[in-house]
């Protein structure tokens, strides 16, 4: 399969889900409302088109969505043009370029850290993300059975 047929697919199914990966995104959000503030600053790690990244803007002051493939934050920056308090970045998750002890939380869905980061390097990426947060916050990952 072409890499644009991948992305039109995977974001053609996240644009329209099956009723049961829509049930996902609805208690994943669910889930996310629960572990944040309005007065959070947010990282998404490997943001993809920015799906939770946008559902999330409302509920923190501030929302940064990361991945490392810039087609995909195109897309993200296109659906999102009009939110205030939201950033798409073009960054890999193994080395974010972005400050320590920045984020009130960084998460990850979509089983980024299960399926698209190679065992030999998840433990490189937990560390990225535990670097970034202010002492005291969460990570979350989120992995889809």
């Given at each position: 399969?072409?890499?644009?047929?991948?992305?039109?697919?995977?974001?053609?199914?996240?644009?329209?889900?099956?009723?049961?990966?829509?049930?996902?995104?609805?208690?994943?959000?669910?889930?996310?409302?629960?572990?944040?503030?309005?007065?959070?600053?947010?990282?998404?790690?490997?943001?993809?088109?920015?799906?939770?990244?946008?559902?999330?803007?409302?509920?923190?002051?501030?929302?940064?969505?990361?991945?490392?493939?810039?087609?995909?934050?195109?897309?993200?920056?296109?659906?999102?043009?009009?939110?205030?308090?939201?950033?798409?970045?073009?960054?890999d998750?193994?080395?974010?370029?972005?400050?320590?002890?920045?984020?009130?939380?960084?998460?990850?869905?979509?089983?980024?850290?299960?399926?698209?980061?190679?065992?030999?390097k998840?433990?490189?990426?937990?560390?990225?993300?535990?670097?970034?947060?202010?002492?005291n916050?969460?990570?979350?990952?989120?992995?889809?059975?």
């Amino acid at each position: 399969m072409v890499y644009k047929d991948y992305i039109r697919i995977h974001y053609r199914a996240v644009k329209k889900p099956l009723p049961e990966l829509k049930k996902t995104f609805e208690a994943e959000l669910s889930f996310f409302k629960k572990n944040i503030k309005k007065d959070f600053i947010v990282l998404d790690v490997g943001c993809v088109f920015g799906r939770p990244t946008i559902q999330l803007a409302p509920f923190v002051k501030t929302i940064i969505g990361i991945d490392h493939n810039q087609n995909m934050i195109n897309i993200a920056i296109k659906k999102s043009k009009k939110i205030k308090n939201i950033e798409f970045l073009n960054r890999d998750g193994l080395k974010i370029k972005l400050p320590s002890n920045s984020f009130d939380l960084a998460y990850s869905t979509y089983n980024v850290l299960g399926w698209d980061i190679k065992t030999s390097k998840r433990q490189r990426f937990i560390n990225e993300m535990v670097r970034v947060v202010k002492e005291n916050s969460k990570i979350i990952n989120i992995t889809w059975k």
